[in-house]
């Protein structure tokens, strides 16, 4: 599998020029720290886009499933609510001893994480699927009143 890096990612869409790119890995090499906040620093890089392209990026790299053929176990879908579910984009599908396996889209996933991050007490580890078998799946394991799949690719577009 190719490396794609967050620094090729935000050439391709615009948001730095090569000369840019290339100074900012300069930069990195010379006094360390992440690419995107040194881009932000350097060249005022929306943190927004920075977001994007290393979701794009993790994308690439982590496992992709369709979660509407996964048996999830009800304890693990009792690891977070149905309101949260929605909110987040995620979909609880497994647990590895102390490790929750959550699946969200490639949008939804800095969402996730800083979801994870500040309201579950496990470790997580994320895989990603399209927004539509996402949907489906949370409209199965957490029906609520006014949200379906169909609404959720409609929100991830726009």
Request: glycine share 6%; charged share 20%.
């Amino acid at each position: 599998m190719r490396t794609v890096h967050l620094g090729d990612l935000l050439v391709q869409h615009g948001v730095l020029t090569p000369a840019q790119r290339d100074e900012v890995l300069i930069a990195q090499k010379t006094r360390g720290g992440p690419f995107g906040a040194i881009a932000e620093q350097m060249f005022g890089v929306n943190p927004a886009a920075v977001e994007a392209a290393w979701a794009e990026q993790f994308a690439t790299l982590a496992p992709h499933v369709d979660p509407r053929s996964l048996d999830i176990s009800p304890a693990t879908l009792e690891m977070i609510s149905r309101r949260q579910a929605w909110q987040f984009r995620v979909l609880p599908i497994s647990q590895r001893g102390n490790e929750l396996v959550m699946c969200t889209t490639q949008e939804a996933l800095p969402k996730a994480l800083k979801f994870a991050g500040w309201r579950l007490a496990h470790a997580c580890q994320f895989v990603i699927a399209d927004p539509l078998p996402l949907g489906e799946s949370l409209e199965r394991y957490y029906p609520l009143a006014g949200m379906t799949a169909a609404a959720l690719g409609e929100r991830m577009s726009a």
